[in-house]
């Protein structure tokens, strides 16, 4: 190394330095952590475990309604109510038992006759319920 200049030995000393670095950048991103579960217990009963590295499954129904999405009265099932603003497992049970002993609704405003809605929640419901 004596026949080399100094910005010859810089050089070489900054090479080597990025070479270390990206080789161990990259060595760190091919070992990835290995996933863990996570076990709770309720009641004595095991709870189904969660790997973090499993990709969610995709629940094909919604939890909420989507943009422009409105949910016909006469036909939807209790999840279905559920996403409406408001309306929670116990009034979508109650909606479907209306609809099955008075038949189909005839306007939204229909809803009031529902034990539990009045005129707040009938409100917020306006946009997105129908009965077309």
Known sequence: MSGMSRYE??????????LLFTSGWFLAERSS????????TRS??????????APAEENPRPD???EGET????TADVYDLQRLPGI????????????EEHGPF????????????????LEGLRQYASVT
């Open 33 to 40: 952590a290995v996933p863990y579960k996570v076990t709770t």
């Open 64 to 66: 909420s309604l989507l």
């Open 106 to 121: 005839q306007t939204v405003d229909d809803l009031d006759r529902v034990k539990g809605i009045g005129p707040g929640i």
């Open 71 to 74: 949910i016909n009265l006469n």
């Open 88 to 99: 929670g497992e116990k009034r979508a049970q109650d909606i479907v038992a209306y609809r």
């Open 9 to 18: 030995k810089v050089v070489l000393g900054l090479t080597a330095a990025f």
């Open 44 to 53: 004595g009963q095991s709870v189904a475990a969660v790997e973090q590295s």
